[in-house]
């Protein structure tokens, strides 16, 4: 796997629709593997985070966060991501660390799969094998990216804010020291509870939910 590089590192103010506030050190990335416009926010005092990590202290936490356009931007009570994106950055920003958002929409298979998956699941199939149904496989994220994005920040030590125990084993095999997955918190809703009990069923995603059964 090859070395990608920082691109360009620009500071932005964040405002979320229920009033929280933020700063970010948003960084662009040049040589990723799959030439994808991947970013990192840099949340808190990531900077001092990782050094402590470098010395030997507490690893910083990170979040890598796959892209939903529809739970992130519009609020979809469908999947539970935009609540987990809005958690992520109120406590990483308090310890120092990274939300690495990756643009790997509907696991992989892009917007408008996903969008037809939505419309099997209606249908009685879950999330997963929705994906299966269209040619795709249950989960086709690969996260070589955010390993390479990592590196390039300096942080090959780290915290993951993760229910997802494949996130932290692909980054193992990439090279990422994972010191502990902290699960998030359950964040379910009437329109999503089948939807995070077939996480749960399927990929042992560590949430404690009566419909995961």
Same mark, same amino acid.
């Given at each position: 796997? @090859?070395?990608? =590089?920082?691109?360009?590192?620009?500071?932005?103010?964040?405002?979320?629709? @229920?009033?929280?506030?933020? =700063?970010?050190?948003?960084?662009?990335?040049?040589?990723? +593997?799959?030439?994808?416009?991947?970013?990192?926010?840099?949340?808190?005092?990531?900077?001092? !985070?990782?050094?402590?990590?470098?010395? #030997?202290?507490?690893?910083?936490?990170?979040?890598?966060?796959?892209? *939903?356009?529809?739970?992130? +931007?519009?609020?979809?009570?469908? *999947?539970? *991501?935009?609540?987990?994106? $809005?958690?992520?950055?109120?406590?990483?920003?308090?310890?120092?660390?990274?939300?690495?958002?990756?643009?790997? /929409?509907?696991?992989?298979?892009?917007?408008?799969?996903?969008? /037809? !998956?939505?419309?099997?699941?209606? !249908?009685?199939? @879950?999330?997963?094998?929705?994906?299966?149904?269209?040619?795709? #496989?249950?989960?086709? $994220?690969?996260? =070589?990216?955010?390993?390479?994005?990592? $590196? !390039?920040?300096?942080?090959?030590?780290?915290?993951?804010? =993760?229910?997802?125990? @494949?996130?932290?084993?692909?980054?193992?095999?990439?090279?990422?020291?994972?010191?502990?997955?902290?699960?998030?918190?359950?964040?379910?809703?009437?329109?999503?509870? $089948?939807?995070?009990?077939?996480?749960?069923?399927?990929?042992?995603?560590?949430l404690h939910i009566p419909a995961a059964r």
């Amino acid at each position: 796997m @090859d070395d990608a =590089t920082v691109r360009s590192q620009v500071r932005i103010p964040l405002r979320l629709p @229920d009033g929280y506030a933020t =700063t970010a050190d948003v960084f662009s990335f040049a040589g990723l +593997a799959d030439a994808g416009e991947h970013v990192a926010f840099g949340l808190g005092d990531w900077a001092g !985070a990782r050094a402590r990590a470098a010395a #030997g202290g507490p690893a910083p936490l990170v979040r890598p966060h796959s892209e *939903c356009l529809t739970g992130d +931007a519009f609020g979809s009570q469908r *999947c539970d *991501c935009g609540p987990q994106l $809005r958690e992520a950055l109120e406590r990483i920003g308090a310890t120092g660390g990274f939300v690495l958002y990756l643009r790997q /929409e509907g696991r992989g298979i892009g917007l408008y799969a996903k969008l /037809e !998956a939505y419309a099997l699941q209606d !249908a009685g199939l @879950d999330t997963y094998e929705a994906n299966v149904a269209l040619g795709h #496989g249950e989960d086709e $994220r690969d996260y =070589t990216v955010a390993a390479q994005m990592l $590196r !390039a920040l300096g942080a090959d030590r780290v915290a993951l804010l =993760t229910n997802n125990p @494949d996130k932290a084993s692909q980054l193992a095999r990439l090279g990422v020291t994972v010191v502990e997955s902290v699960p998030t918190g359950v964040h379910l809703s009437p329109a999503n509870g $089948r939807y995070l009990a077939a996480k749960v069923r399927r990929f042992a995603h560590t949430l404690h939910i009566p419909a995961a059964r």
